[in-house]
């Protein structure tokens, strides 16, 4: 349990280093350097990303880089292996991205503040009026050109293996009309896993696929595009 005592006092005081950061960041928003601030947040995040996942001895490859469109915003599609697949994409896919993310996460003190700066967007399970308005939010956000990260299985994954995608959460994506890129990782349930607390040091993979181009395919039914993405992250995750 050392690892994960480590890992637990890495987080408690990154975020109260943060609030200095803070400061930084209210000053240029205030001055409406907003290009600025949101550089700034997101190098936070990415340094974020790979020091907590430094702490726990893990090492990280990521191949398909050059699959992520450079000038718009994206929705990454990914599998969901443990609670270290948020650190890995924010620290190690070189782009600037918010997750969909559930509600409770909203109340933790200052680690809420820079997931609303990052852009995340946080969904009410079971509530349909809820979830419409974070939908229309989030696909919004991706229309400026911000990038989000859905995990479409909505939950972890027990033993590493592929859960059934819910076409639900795919709204968000083809309302953008955005490029969907898919992302396989892999390992992370390695490092911690849903049924214990233990942090492991643990090989990590990230593998970016090519982008789905929903202008080259036209709008596509939900179901269909759950199973479509199922079978591409499944083969290079088998």
Request: overall charge positive; glycine content about 8%; proline content about 4%.
């Amino acid at each position: 349990m050392f690892k994960t005592l480590l890992v637990l006092i890495y987080f408690v005081g990154f975020l109260l280093y943060t609030l200095s950061v803070r400061v930084k960041v209210m000053i240029l928003n205030k001055k409406g350097m907003e290009k600025e601030m949101y550089e700034v947040v997101h190098n936070m995040a990415r340094m974020w990303g790979r020091q907590i996942t430094g702490v726990t001895g893990s090492k990280v490859t990521v191949s398909g880089e050059e699959n992520i469109p450079k000038d718009r915003g994206v929705v990454f599609i990914a599998n969901h292996q443990s609670y270290f697949d948020v650190p890995v994409m924010m620290g190690y896919v070189n782009k600037p991205l918010g997750f969909i993310t559930k509600v409770e996460l909203s109340k933790i003190p200052i680690f809420s503040m820079w997931l609303k700066l990052l852009g995340c967007v946080f969904i009410v399970r079971n509530d349909a009026k809820q979830s419409l308005k974070a939908i229309n939010q989030g696909a919004q956000q991706v229309k400026s050109g911000n990038s989000m990260v859905i995990f479409p299985e909505g939950t972890r994954s027990v033993d590493g293996k592929l859960g059934e995608f819910k076409p639900g959460s795919l709204k968000l994506a083809v309302k953008s009309g955005a490029p969907i890129v898919p992302v396989v990782i892999k390992g992370t349930i390695n490092v911690m896993n849903k049924k214990s607390l233990a942090i492991k040091a643990a090989d990590v993979e990230i593998i970016i696929l090519p982008p789905i181009m929903q202008e080259e395919i036209g709008k596509r039914d939900t179901n269909d595009l759950a199973e479509q993405l199922k079978n591409i992250i499944m083969e290079k995750l088998a």
